[in-house]
């Protein structure tokens, strides 16, 4: 489900799965160095806050998880840009 709101689009995907315990949210979407699907959250992660926004997990009732992305709406592709420039810098000077 996708809501649009004055200066947000949400993106919400479910499934119907088991669910994800409380003690794994904590950590899921931080690098792995192992072959675990967890690394590639983290990547989620990144590219999502790369360009100004966030992603977090609901429980999806009576089962399974949601997945909620956040990202701000923009109106030229140049402000847009901007914001992921900047975001990018910050990220690079964390690395060095």
Known sequence: ???RQPND???RVSDNGPGIPE????TLFEPSDDDSDRGGLSLVQTLIEGYGGSIRIEDAEPTGSTFV???PRSDTAESRDSQRSETLAESD???A
Do not use: F, I, Q, T
């Open 9 to 11: 689009v949400v993106l």
């Open 69 to 71: 992305v956040r990202l």
């Open 93 to 95: 000077s964390g690395r």
């Open 23 to 26: 003690a794994k949210r904590e």
């Open 1 to 3: 489900m996708v809501e």
